[in-house]
């Protein structure tokens, strides 16, 4: 393989709110001769990072699916072969992940995808780290610690916040969680453009020797049933289970042996990254499409397939078969048995107390409200906030108002004038147990 001509990619991840934002904007700032397309994921429903990445113009892309950790190796394989379309723009990649996110499907992609490993080589894996928060984010985040045992730099942000015998006392603790990575201290992510572009660091070999089931893929799906099926209809029965749909796939020509269910599977996490067709109990499955099958209305869970030519049919769902009771019958009733099954075991746990709190309203703030409700706010949650993040229009101010934070800390000053854009309130919280509904009914007491 010409690795000469593979594009070099710089991961940078890090947990939320240690300063990952201000070094991509500090590397697009930098004379460095470099042209870079930047790729974010975000987490929550509203897309607020992009517009904090200055001259974030066509070659900014956003991944807003969510969850990281299931989803984003189909839709980065996505976004990276679109850019492959536009080569002549740039010649170096940033990926910036969401604060929740294990760096290591992020990683995987450029090695289980034979496209991609062809046109990109994965450079190196940054991790920034709160240098105030970072103690309490590893005795409660799974992520936290995972981001820093995979980096190949470990950038200890935010000192100017810490005394130096208490720094010390965390470098050393970083160096015992991972003594192949490199310690650079900064404030405000000011490092040099060297310190974390071009390291030629990421080493598979050593990965695989800390982590020998590296290279075991996560996938966005649970189970996979393979049916022989004649020509005919089916139904495909199931019950309520712990979730209100369950995304499926069914896959035809699907053969049983292992290698062809891995392929499978690689092929069905390209579709699980596109938009799910929501299809209605009663309603006909089509094949090979990624759909969502709506358990959560009264009567029947019943779906149907029309099957014109026999052959081998492949179920990738979302979560396991007897979760949701699933079975398939034939037009007489009968149960078709499985020919053979896989249970995908994902290594990723999801957290279902952290969660994401979108608030979007139209008009303006009045500024001691809005001051009053964010101090009681952080006084009372702060513990539990982990990321705060968003743009507030303020009564009699014609700039928009930009503001982050991290628990108890929060910064905020006003930015380019809104001009003729709307002017519309848009705020990120992310954090432990919160209560939405009486947050968005609070900021709306904020308005004038």
């Known amino acids: 393989m010409n690795t000469s001509r593979r594009v070099p990619v710089t991961i940078l991840t890090g947990f939320l709110g240690s ?92 090695f289980m995808d034979d496209e ?90 050593e990965v695989l020797e800390r982590r020998p089931t590296f290279l075991e893929p996560e996938y966005p799906f649970e189970w996979t049933g ?5 020509a005919g209809r089916y139904e495909l029965k199931l019950a309520e289970g712990p979730d209100p749909a369950m995304s499926l796939i069914v896959v035809s020509g699907q053969a049983t042996d292992d290698a ?37 209305v009264p009567g029947s869970k019943s779906f149907f397939l029309e099957v014109d030519t026999p052959g081998l049919f492949g179920l990738y769902a979302q979560h396991l078969a007897e979760e949701f009771q699933l079975h398939l019958r034939n037009a007489d009733g009968a149960v078709v048995p499985v020919k053979a099954d896989r249970t995908w075991v994902a290594q990723h746990e999801h957290d279902d107390e952290v969660g994401s709190i979108s608030i979007e309203r139209d008009g303006d703030c009045d500024p001691q409200r809005l001051d009053d409700w964010l101090s009681k706010l952080l006084s009372e949650r702060g513990v539990d906030i982990f990321r705060m993040k968003g743009f507030i229009s303020i009564a009699g101010d014609s700039r928009r108002f930009v503001f982050q ?38 900021f709306e007491a904020c308005l004038v």
């Open 226 to 230: 393979v049916y022989s099926l004649d």
């Open 405 to 442: 934070g991290v628990h108890m800390l929060f910064d905020g000053q006003p930015e380019r004038e809104w001009g003729d854009a709307p002017r519309r309130n848009q705020l990120v919280f992310i954090g432990r147990n919160l209560d939405g509904q009486s947050m968005r009914e609070e």
């Open 19 to 110: 300063g990952k934002t201000t070094l991509l904007n500090r590397i697009l700032t930098e004379e460095h001769g470099k042209r870079i397309a930047v790729i974010e994921n975000e987490y929550g429903e509203v897309g607020i990072d992009q517009a904090l990445v200055i001259n974030a113009d066509e070659e900014v892309f956003e991944m807003s699916n969510g969850c990281i950790c299931c989803t984003v190796r189909g839709d980065l394989i996505r976004v990276l072969n679109n850019l492959n379309k536009r080569r002549d723009k740039f010649d170096y990649v940033l990926v910036e992940t969401t604060g929740l996110a294990d760096p290591g499907p992020v990683a995987q992609t450029f």
């Open 260 to 296: 062809a269910l891995r392929e499978g599977a690689e092929w069905c996490v390209r579709e699980y990254a596109e938009p799910a067709e929501i299809i209605q109990p009663g309603g006909e499955i089509p094949f090979d499409k990624h759909v969502n099958l709506r358990l959560d």
């Open 116 to 205: 991609l490993r062809a046109e990109y080589s994965l450079d190196g894996i940054v991790t920034l780290v709160d240098a105030a928060h970072i103690n309490q984010q590893l005795g409660r985040s799974k992520e936290s610690t995972e981001q820093i045992a995979f980096a190949d730099v470990l950038l200890l942000n935010k000192t100017d916040l810490v005394n130096g015998e208490a720094l010390d006392s965390l470098e050393a603790r970083l160096r015992g969680m991972n003594r192949m990575a490199r310690v650079v201290r900064s404030e405000r992510a000011n490092v040099p453009v060297d310190t974390v572009l071009d390291l030629g660091a990421f080493n598979l070999n």
